[in-house]
């Protein structure tokens, strides 16, 4: 599906209950909302309860979508603040016979050729790219921490007991913590987020083959549920693919730069955030007192014009760099490779339950009726 007013992006998104799960009880939950010069989307998986993870994500999801909405900050900024409000609203709500409750988030917001990722928790993002499978994301949870420490290989990790204990999620504390990275998105991308009943179950090679596939956004969702449900569905299954269809320019804030040390504070990445619009805040100045020596220095103006100009644009081009070093270095450190995969060395994934926008795909698997809203931001 294409949303209106977004053409440089298409999508597909559904999610199911799984097979092995009692009552049909979907603790999944999705988002696509269609933005003006982009979209916010994002999957979440509850856990708590039945109704508990139900709740939690739905409130997640909601949480996220109104926040990001109604603030005018920059983009990173936004999604970051917006992920902390979905934290508060769990959270407040986890008491009584929720208590406890909480959920994972993966969130990914297009914003004319940048993607800004921000995650907690063990769902995923994926990237597709040259037919090369990218994963953009690490778990937060006990098993992953283990991969890293080389106490598990990923196939054990895989059938571990412990595979679904999370390690960072929504509703646990005040302050949220989690990951916020950004990169540049190239004509032909396609982007995955899923929750862990398709990644737990669905090896990473198996997903490069079904992504590479020339279906269209709508089936190629269908496939993966598909897929997971082949492999035994033990677990709610939500996939959400994202076709970017033109190259456009960067934005011009910065993207936030990845963090190899796992999940930070949300105070944290936002002060470091704030800061790159003190940079922006100086570059104003260097230009306001260029151009008032020129006025007040008639004699003298070639010179302070040559001089205030020739600074301006050092400082943009070392920035504009620095920018497209840190963007184009997200894809660029070494991988390990996996089948005919590209698999690049994970980060951290969030996982967050189904929103009410998000269909759940019936045991009949109709096809699924997309909410894509179209705020005028």
Known sequence: MQAAGAPNWSYGLL?????????GVNQDAALALGLTRGGLFAVADGMGGHAAGELAATLALEALSAHYLARRTAPPVRLAEAVQAANVSVLRH???????????????????????IAHVGDSRAYLLRGGELHRLTDDHSWVSEQVRL???????????????????????????????????????????????????VVADADLLELLTRPLAPDSAVRCLIDAANDAGGPDNITA?????????????YD????????????????????????????LLMLAYFTLLGVILLPIQRVLIAVIGTALLAGILLVQRLALIHRVSGRLGRPSAVLGSAMIVPPRTVPTVPTASTVPTAPASKAPPQHSTPDNGR
């Open 240 to 252: 959400l693919v994202i076709d970017v269809r033109l190259d456009l320019h960067l934005p011009s």
């Open 15 to 23: 999610t199911d209950v799984g097979r092995q799960r009692r009552g």
């Open 94 to 116: 986890a008491v009584g016979e929720y208590m406890g409750m909480g959920t994972t988030l993966i969130a990914a917001l297009i914003d004319r050729g940048a993607l800004i």
């Open 255 to 282: 993207l936030p730069a990845p963090q190899h040390s796992g999940p930070d504070y949300v105070d944290a990445l936002l002060g470091a955030q704030r800061g790159n619009s003190l940079n922006t805040y100086l």
């Open 150 to 200: 080389g106490h598990l290989t990923e196939e054990e990790a895989r059938d571990h007991q412990w595979r679904s204990v999370v390690s960072n999620a929504l509703g646990g504390e005040e302050r949220v913590r989690l990951e916020l990275f950004g990169l540049r998105l190239r004509a032909g991308d396609r982007l995955l987020l899923c929750s862990d009943g398709l990644s737990s």
